[in-house]
């Protein structure tokens, strides 16, 4: 009926249907852990529970068929909330909203060992120089 929205399917309708995919990458150790515990399929953390959520937004095209939702925590919801195409699908293989804080932090991470390393270097030359 025009007007009215199909309703979103059960997470336990979503999970059967992405649970082989899930293990083949490893999201998951076993079927127990994929139908057991309320992990987030993009960062792997029960940070409150999942939220259904949709790959390809009802608004670009996408419609509620468990083929098109994932179950994300809230984070991981809003994080993916601009993202389709090849740039969720690589966000999500990466580990979600943790895993770009994660890549964020081994950046700073690298840049601040940088930076010590100069800092002794100048300070052995002065030592030196003296």
Request: charged share 25%; hydrophobic share 40%.
């Amino acid at each position: 009926m025009k007007g009215q929205r199909k309703s979103i399917p059960s997470k336990q309708l979503v999970r059967s249907t992405w649970a082989e995919r899930l293990l083949v990458w490893h999201k998951f150790d076993s079927q127990h852990e994929l139908e057991e515990a309320d992990y987030c399929w993009a960062c792997g953390f029960a940070n409150g529970g999942t939220e259904r959520c949709h790959i390809l937004a009802v608004a670009e095209g996408g419609d509620n068929s468990p083929e098109n939702i994932h179950l994300l925590c809230h984070l991981c919801h809003i994080d993916s909330e601009m993202l389709s195409g090849d740039a969720y699908w690589r966000w999500f293989h990466g580990g979600g909203a943790f895993g770009r804080f994660s890549n964020i932090a081994r950046m700073i991470e690298a840049s601040i060992a940088r930076m010590i390393e100069a800092s002794e270097e100048v300070r052995s030359e002065a030592v030196s120089g003296s």
